[in-house]
């Protein structure tokens, strides 16, 4: 599936090292390297304990993880709005994003420069939403002046668009993102056709020094959590110093220097995951001796469309879906026991597929 976590933040807060991490522990991958599809682009295994216990049941030939993908975007400074810094580049590519990863600086370095001179997260958060929020407004704006006139002849499609139009307007205006806006179901996918900015789910990723890893006494990482709980935004707390330097390393020594500080995964494992679950993903699995494999799929997604990832073809020859559940195969330790138990349920085309579903598709040719 072709989505993707922009990573973005104010210069010198971290950005780079944390992507640069991300690199190295694709490229651990052995079956799944580290691909570069552009020079800040890259595409990462997504850790999952799940999968291995599944390679353990059916020894299968070969084991394929479900990917993400994250884009590393120019920083932002003030002013980028108009233009400024990098500005019209880095919007122009977070506007392509699905999802925000925020880099928020939490630690003090007097050897790392910070942009505004001191470091203050809210306000580096707020210049960056600021900057967001004008550019949503420039190009909202834009686009009402058109559809206005299409509605004064009368369009009852522009009218329900221009309404929409009118409650994020009013948002944006006020300082606030588009995603605050309460909208109906109907609203919100009239929505998604603006690409708006401030309308992405965003993940803030705390990033702190080396020698704050091991305490949860950070005054700087308080703040940010905060913050994200008035917008309802998951935070995510790491060392990209700490992260660039394990990511390199065995699976066996990264976890021997994790145990060391009391963690029993990376910063880096808990951003991907929570990076996933922000785009609204969920995995299913198909198993067998040849393949175990991890599939991606819309949360609520029904059985036809959740087979249609593993081929368009499946979702119109769909049939019917064979499922276990995960915990019964990790409980049983074999498929076979399972399906004796009864626990194997036969789901038709109204099914929804839930996350750890191991999945048979049954489809016409």
Known sequence: MALNCGIVGLPNVGKSTIFNALTKAGAQAANYPFCTIEPNTGVVEVPDERLNRLAEVYKPKRTVPTMIEFVDIAGLVKGAS??????????????EVDAICHVVRAFQDENITHVHGKVDPIEDITVINYELILADLDSLEKQQQRVAKTAKTGNKEAGEILSVMDKILDALKKGNRASTVELGDEESKIAKKFNLITIKPVLYVANILDSDVKTSENPLVKTIIDFASKENAPVVVLCGRFEEEISGLEKEDQLAFLEEIGEKESGLSRMIRASYKLLGLITFFTAGVEEVRAWTTHQGSTGPVAASVIHSDFEKGYIRAEVMRYEDIDRTGDGAKVKDE????????????????????????
């Open 82 to 95: 108009q233009g400024e810094g990098l500005g019209n580049q880095f919007l122009s590519h977070i506007r």
């Open 342 to 365: 009864g626990k194997l349920r036969v789901e038709g085309k109204e099914y929804i597929v839930q996350d750890g579903d191991v999945i048979y598709f049954r489809v016409n040719a």
